[in-house]
């Protein structure tokens, strides 16, 4: 069981919050968290690349030199793929790179990585994250009251919130991610995770109970 402190706005302490790893996932994998986030990442792939074949290159297809007497290999058109400036043998094509896991897989990879930035206090929980209009220059002085200034921060809120979306999108490394958004990439990539005492309190609620240890009769 781990204990962190509960911050206001100013960055001052209004209390203790506190939650095991176990709470959220029983134990953490990390073949599963490192399938999941290669399958984000492939996912983000756009896959548009294409280089070109020996018919699809500027170029003569007349022989370059006869086939025998000049005492070198033996050569077609210089559009050939084992010369400079020629197409290549295995083009490579525009292709699709993503792929699913299995849904309950993604979903238990997501708590195991919130789990992990338990164990190594990389969570920071805030009493309340709330803004009557947008402004930047609010949430910078809040993160640097937390002590997460220029750190790289997810901030995770119980639902999207425009106006904390607008007042974090222009802080380099600050993203804002509803609890229902988050997946095991977008929680592990940051250093820091910034998340209200109400969206803890919802990802506690909606993590499945351990199961108990079976008993022989």
Avoid: C, W
Avoid at 8 to 37: F, M
Avoid at 113 to 137: C, G, H
Avoid at 191 to 196: A, Q
């Amino acid at each position: 069981m781990a204990s962190f402190t509960v911050y206001d706005r100013a960055g001052k302490s209004v209390g203790t919050y506190e939650i095991a790893s176990t709470d959220l996932a029983p134990r953490i994998n990390k073949q599963l968290l490192h399938d999941a986030v290669v399958m984000y990442q492939a996912n983000e792939r756009q896959g548009t690349h294409r280089t070109k074949t020996r018919g699809e290159v500027a170029g003569s297809t007349k022989k370059m030199y006869r086939q025998k007497g000049t005492g070198n290999a033996r050569a077609g058109s210089r559009r050939s793929g084992i010369r400079r400036g020629g197409g290549h043998i295995l083009a490579i094509r525009p292709r699709d790179y993503s792929y699913r896991l299995p849904r309950k897989a993604l979903q238990l990879a997501t708590r195991m990585a919130l789990a992990s930035k338990i164990e190594d206090q990389e969570l920071v929980i805030i009493d309340q994250l709330n803004f009557s209009q947008p402004s930047t220059k609010e949430m910078a002085g809040i993160l640097k009251a937390l002590g997460i200034g220029g750190t790289t921060t997810l901030i995770a809120t119980t639902g999207y919130d425009q106006n904390t979306y607008k007042s974090a999108r222009n802080i380099q490394g600050v993203e804002v991610t509803a609890i229902s958004d988050l997946n095991a990439l977008t929680v592990l990539k940051p250093h820091r995770v910034l998340v209200t005492r109400e969206a803890l309190d919802q990802l506690r609620h909606k993590a499945p109970a351990p199961k108990a240890p079976a008993t022989n009769a």
